[in-house]
Nanobody, 123 residues
Framework: QVQLVESGGGLVQAGGSLRLSCAASGRTFTGYAMGWFRQAPGKDREFVAAISWSGGNTYYADSVKGRFTMSRDSAKNTVYLQMNSLKPEDTAVYYC????????????????WGQGTQVTVSS
């Protein structure tokens, strides 16, 4: 059984930072791309960042580029999302996801999902 478990969410003031973690278990994720998505109330789930299975390539939504950094530790089967200069519009439930093969921005292309972690940024 594949499990993705996110952690690290919370309440932070605008301009602050948080680091999200996503620990994967149940199988090896060699060859799997990982992604972070977020969903605010009343909105569709949107792409935030993705990383290739090797960790050599990362991709970001324009809205977070320059503020968020995604990384992975393959030995620990864990990916991270370092979020700096947070804004109130970053408030959402953040999900990590995994898919075999290359990175993509499309949520429907990911096979495995975590339960999500709430990030709230106050103004």
């Amino acid at each position: 059984q594949v499990q993705l478990v996110e952690s690290g969410g919370g309440l932070v003031q605008a301009g602050g930072s948080l680091r999200l973690s996503c620990a994967a278990s149940g199988r090896t994720f060699t060859g799997y791309a990982m992604g972070w998505f977020r969903q605010a109330p009343g909105k569709d789930r949107e792409f935030v960042a993705a990383i290739s299975w090797s960790g050599g390539n990362t991709y970001y939504a324009d809205s977070v580029k320059g503020r968020f950094t995604m990384s992975r530790d393959s030995a620990k089967n864990t990916v991270y999302l370092q979020m700096n200069s947070l804004k109130p519009e970053d408030t959402a439930v953040y999900y990590c996801a995994a898919r075999p093969g290359g990175t993509t921005w499309s949520p429907s292309a990911y096979d495995y999902w975590g339960q999500g972690t709430q990030v709230t940024v106050s103004s």
